[in-house]
């Protein structure tokens, strides 16, 4: 469940940094920039998801190694699909 609710809230991320983009009128809608920023604040996302996991819960890193792919690609893949349909 824990997963899922990070999933959501990448989506969440997307959807602001877009529409951030969009009211800012930053070049063509969504911008190449604002999605190299979505992915990289994503990716640092996923990784303190993944450290709190192994320090604070106590899954072993193997574990969470194999939720990270699951936790940031979902969002990656859509912000780089909504980059290729613009």
């Known amino acids: 469940m824990h997963t899922l609710i990070i ?4 989506f969440v991320l997307l959807a602001l940094l877009v529409a ?5 009128h930053i070049g063509q809608f969504p ?4 999605v190299r920023l979505f992915i990289s604040i994503w990716l640092v996302i996923s990784i303190v998801n993944m450290w709190i996991g ?7 890193f193997k ?5 990270l792919p699951q936790v940031f690609l979902p ?7 909504l980059l290729m349909l613009s």
Not at 20 to 24: D, V, Y
Not at 54 to 60: V, W
Not at 75 to 81: D, E, L, Q, S, Y
Request: proline share 6%.
């Open 63 to 67: 574990e969470e190694l194999v939720i």
């Open 20 to 24: 951030f983009g969009w009211l800012w």
């Open 75 to 81: 969002p990656a893949i859509a912000a780089g699909c």
């Open 54 to 60: 192994i320090s604070k819960a106590g899954y072993p």
């Open 31 to 34: 911008n190449a920039q604002i």
């Open 7 to 10: 999933v959501a809230c990448g």
